[in-house]
């Protein structure tokens, strides 16, 4: 036997052993993510919807319009009333009646905000910051900060 035929001979050997090896699979396979990646005959279940309500610092905007207005309408006297009523500080009243003083289209972008799987899009400190920047132009500035907003 030359050195060739021998190379022939180890290479077909090789190439059987392969084969024996290999499994062919005519059923598709899906990935599941676990702590380990494995391979199963069944699809992974559909991923939930995100769970999406307004935004907590929307909702106190709306509740900031609705005191201003029930204070305009002459329903309830005034802020220290309106605390009274609603059992909270007069400081805290007027924390949520200064967002108000927010530029009305910085108010439209706040009250379409959402809270996505229970994370809030911005704290209402940060708000009021803006909120007391100065103009509704400085308003404007404060608010396109990084630091402010991600949107």
Known sequence: MSG???????ARKN?????????????????????AVT????????KEEPVRRPAKVAQQLALAHHLQAAIDRGAIADR????RKLGL???RVTQLLDLLL????????VLAMEAVDGAEPMAERTLRAVAHAGT??????AWAAP???GF
Do not use: M
């Open 89 to 91: 500080t007069r400081a």
């Open 102 to 109: 927010l530029a009305p289209d910085l108010q439209a972008a």
């Open 4 to 10: 060739g035929e021998s190379s022939d001979l180890s």
């Open 39 to 46: 391979l199963a005959e069944t699809p992974p279940p559909p």
């Open 147 to 149: 630091t402010v907003i």
């Open 80 to 83: 220290a009333d309106v605390a």
């Open 136 to 141: 509704w132009a400085e308003q404007r500035t």
């Open 15 to 35: 190439t059987d052993a392969e084969d024996d090896a290999f499994r062919v699979i005519e059923k598709p396979l899906f990935r599941h993510k676990s702590r």
